[in-house]
């Protein structure tokens, strides 16, 4: 089982999400992640995320974002996946808007684990073929399958 099979839940994967900003955006990771586990809340996981974007963009270039935080007291990596109904604009370096949003979520104390997670899914991002096939795939489950590297795709 790959890295991304581990950490993204079947229901973490949304399509078409209408989102009209980045904020919005973030709120809708915010959701999700509230979803996955009852120990965190919508409002603290978008306030993670936004101090994490005040930073810098999370942007990758190419349409694809992975805003990600650190969390006091979570106890695993969790992660979420957006494909936006349409493109906003998230800072990118290439000034494209984004529309593939790989969120994540690490334990605070988990740094090596974070890095190596993040280099995973930019490597992931970086697959031409992959994001061309992420964005015409209509099944959530395939598109987490085509993400985690569990089929090929075409």
Known sequence: MSRISRILAPESVRCDV?????KRTLQ?????????????TAQGVF???????????????DGCALPHARVPG???TLAAFLRLGQGVDFDAPDHRPVDL????????????????TLATIA???????????????E?????????AGDRTFD
């Open 18 to 22: 209408s989102a009209t900003s980045r």
């Open 47 to 61: 306030d993670l995320l936004v101090a994490r974007e005040r930073l810098g963009s999370t942007s990758l270039g």
């Open 101 to 116: 949003v790989f969120g994540l979520l690490v334990p605070e104390e988990s740094t090596d684990e974070h890095l190596e």
């Open 139 to 147: 099944d959530p489950a395939r598109i987490r399958e085509i993400l």
């Open 28 to 40: 809708a990771l915010g959701d999700i992640f509230a979803d996955a586990d009852s120990a965190l």
């Open 74 to 76: 979570l106890g695993r």
């Open 123 to 137: 490597g992931v991002f970086a697959d031409d073929r992959l994001r061309a096939s992420v964005r015409s795939e």
